[in-house]
């Protein structure tokens, strides 16, 4: 889950940034891109994934309106 959470939101920024997500969408990928910012160059994404990972066992990745 986290993976694709990380994808969904670089595929967000891609086709033009958080703006054009609704308000539920977008409070999920500013809280994504508090702990994992865009990847800009090719990085690992272990730190990243397991950041997520404990968003999500903490469950403070905010539920979509």
Known sequence: ????LLAAAQAADL????GR??????RI??????????V???????GD???V???IEQREIPAAA
């Open 1 to 4: 889950v986290a993976i694709t």
């Open 15 to 18: 086709r033009g940034g958080a």
């Open 29 to 38: 990928h500013q809280e994504l891109r508090r702990v994992s910012a865009f």
């Open 53 to 55: 990972c404990r968003l």
């Open 40 to 46: 800009e160059v090719d990085r690992a994404l272990d």
């Open 21 to 26: 997500l609704g308000e539920g969408t977008r």
């Open 49 to 51: 994934i397991a950041a």
